[in-house]
Every structure is written in C-alpha cells, then in structure tokens.
C-alpha cells in the first residue's frame, strides 16, 4: 500500500505472541515484498499463540512470519523462497487430487462470484477456488470498493440479478469493513449444493499436454497448509482480475503498472 502515499502509512502492523506486543512495527518498510527482521523473541515450551494488530484501519498485509531458532538467520528469497516455502509447510508433499468439476472457477471476486453461483443454479458441478478467507475482492472488506454498477437495466432487465443477492450497499468507498457483506457472500455460495467453495487456495498452475493446449486441471495451493490441491474441470473460468489462469496456460498476456484502468488496448 506503500506507493498510496495515505496518511499513516496503510500496511504498518504489529505481532502480538502470548498475549504481548512485540516491539517491531511492521509493514512500512516499502512497497514491495520483502523480509522484515522483527529481533528476538522468547517463546515457550509447548503452545504459543501468535496474533496480528493492524495499527491502519486498512488490513496491515502481511504474507508470513518466520520463526527460527539459528541466530542471525537469513531466509530465501525469489526463486529459491517458494521451493523452501513448500517444503517448510508440507515436507514431501504430493498434491492432492481435488476432484473432478464441470466447471472450474478461479477467483471469487464478483465475476467470480457471479459465474460460480449461475453455473450451480443450472446444476454444473462447480469448484470456486479464492485466495482469500473472504469473498467480493475488490468489493469485499479488504479492499473496500463498493458496488456500484448499473444492473438490471433497459435491454437487460435479468442481467446482475445474482450480484444483487450479494452486492453490499456500502455508503462509502472505500467504507467500514462490516459495510461490504463478506458473510452474506459465503452463504449465498454454500447454500448452492452443487458449488464447492476452496476459500485460502491460491492457483499457481495450470495442467496441460503442451502449451497453449486446453486447460486439463488448475493447481492450487491450500495457503495455510501448504498442501497442492489440484481441480481438475471440463471447463475452467478465469476471474482472477488480472488473467492469472489464461497466463499460466500460455495465453499472450501483458500487465501494466501505469495509466490504465480496464483493457490494454495494444
Ligand atoms: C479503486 C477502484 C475503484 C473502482 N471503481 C469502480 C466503479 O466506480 N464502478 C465500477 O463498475 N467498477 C469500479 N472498479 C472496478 C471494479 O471494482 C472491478 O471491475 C471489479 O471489482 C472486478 O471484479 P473481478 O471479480 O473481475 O475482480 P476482483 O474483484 O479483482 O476479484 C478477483 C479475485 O480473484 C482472487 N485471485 C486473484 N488471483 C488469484 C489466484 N491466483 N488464485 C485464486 N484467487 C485469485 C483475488 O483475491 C480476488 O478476490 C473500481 C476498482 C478499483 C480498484
């Protein structure tokens, strides 16, 4: 959140373990992922409960805590992190097989949301797979953008009538996190009893014959286990926000950081 340049600096949070606030504050380093070095710490034989204080109002992000016992430890990074990464949490872990879907949805903000919900609602076996514990994406708690999209209109009186079972009616944007309705994007999923929903599953990968063949499965990591989950479709939909499945399968992709909103048009 860095680059925002808000007040207050979006981002900054402390850790709390056993119940007292670690020195370190975290999170304001700079923009782009890194590791912090937070100091030492005491912890105690047997259980040790480890929490985290946002100190913004905006969701501190933090990807992980690493704790070691070598004193002047240095951790991976780039390449080498994700491999070490999978084996810290799941030693020699294969994947698992997820099962088989008629449709494979990534990604669970609204366009996700909305395809997941339609294909159950005509009785397609559906896998919803969201990296988050929360559903709406840009439009959920986290983020805070609120919908405001034109639905049900003139031509297309049926078109968003999905969305409007789960759209917020936030009176801010960005609002108060209880504003986006993040509880009643769940329950209108898990009352579909055809769509299983894979909450905390980031899709890393894509299974195919050869590149820029069709989809075979989607990989998935389980973010708090480690474990890979692989979903294997007939057909596979990409609401990643940013193409993420298309690109993994060889598709042309290109991702700009500067003066667009919506479609690259080059
Ligand atoms: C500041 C701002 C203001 C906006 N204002 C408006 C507006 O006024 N009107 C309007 O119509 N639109 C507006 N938009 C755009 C609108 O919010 C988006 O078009 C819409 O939310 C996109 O929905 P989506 O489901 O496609 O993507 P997202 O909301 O981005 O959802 C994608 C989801 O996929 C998940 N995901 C991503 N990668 C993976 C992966 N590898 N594995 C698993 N899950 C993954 C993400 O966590 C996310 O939950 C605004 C956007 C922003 C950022």
């Given at each position: 959140m860095a680059p925002w340049k808000a007040p207050g600096k979006p981002g900054r949070f402390q850790v709390v373990i056993n119940g007292q606030t670690h020195p370190e504050e975290f999170g304001a380093e700079g923009a782009d992922w890194h590791w912090?070095?937070?100091g030492s710490v005491?912890?105690?034989a047997g259980k040790n409960t480890v929490a985290l204080r946002d100190l913004t109002g905006?969701?501190?992000r933090c990807d992980a805590l690493l704790l070691s016992n070598v004193p002047g430890y240095t951790p991976p990074e780039g390449k080498t992190l994700a491999e070490a990464r999978k084996n810290w949490l799941n030693p020699?872990?294969?994947p698992e097989d997820a099962g088989e879907f008629d449709l494979v949805v990534v990604g669970g903000g609204y366009a996700g949301l909305g395809a997941a919900i339609s294909a159950a609602r005509q009785s397609l076996k559906v896998a919803l797979i969201q990296d988050r514990f929360v559903l709406g994406g840009n439009g959920s708690s986290e983020i805070g953008v609120w919908a405001m999209g034109g639905t049900m209109r003139g031509k297309y009186p049926r078109l968003g009538e999905i969305v409007e079972e789960f759209a917020d009616r936030a009176p801010d944007?960005?609002?108060?996190?209880?504003?986006?309705?993040d509880a009643l994007k769940e329950t209108v999923c898990r009352n579909e009893k055809t769509l299983s929903l894979f909450l905390g599953h980031f899709a890393h990968g894509v299974v195919q014959d050869a590149p820029g063949a069709a989809i075979q499965a989607v990989a998935a990591l389980d973010v708090r286990s480690g474990r890979e989950r692989v979903f294997r479709g007939k057909l596979f939909v990409d609401c990643t926000g940013h193409g993420t499945v298309g690109a993994l399968a060889g598709a042309k992709h290109s991702m700009l950081e500067k003066g667009h909103m919506g479609m690259a048009l080059t």
């Amino acid at each position: 959140m860095a680059p925002w340049k808000a007040p207050g600096k979006p981002g900054r949070f402390q850790v709390v373990i056993n119940g007292q606030t670690h020195p370190e504050e975290f999170g304001a380093e700079g923009a782009d992922w890194h590791w912090q070095a937070g100091g030492s710490v005491s912890l105690k034989a047997g259980k040790n409960t480890v929490a985290l204080r946002d100190l913004t109002g905006f969701d501190g992000r933090c990807d992980a805590l690493l704790l070691s016992n070598v004193p002047g430890y240095t951790p991976p990074e780039g390449k080498t992190l994700a491999e070490a990464r999978k084996n810290w949490l799941n030693p020699g872990g294969k994947p698992e097989d997820a099962g088989e879907f008629d449709l494979v949805v990534v990604g669970g903000g609204y366009a996700g949301l909305g395809a997941a919900i339609s294909a159950a609602r005509q009785s397609l076996k559906v896998a919803l797979i969201q990296d988050r514990f929360v559903l709406g994406g840009n439009g959920s708690s986290e983020i805070g953008v609120w919908a405001m999209g034109g639905t049900m209109r003139g031509k297309y009186p049926r078109l968003g009538e999905i969305v409007e079972e789960f759209a917020d009616r936030a009176p801010d944007s960005p609002g108060l996190p209880e504003d986006f309705k993040d509880a009643l994007k769940e329950t209108v999923c898990r009352n579909e009893k055809t769509l299983s929903l894979f909450l905390g599953h980031f899709a890393h990968g894509v299974v195919q014959d050869a590149p820029g063949a069709a989809i075979q499965a989607v990989a998935a990591l389980d973010v708090r286990s480690g474990r890979e989950r692989v979903f294997r479709g007939k057909l596979f939909v990409d609401c990643t926000g940013h193409g993420t499945v298309g690109a993994l399968a060889g598709a042309k992709h290109s991702m700009l950081e500067k003066g667009h909103m919506g479609m690259a048009l080059t």
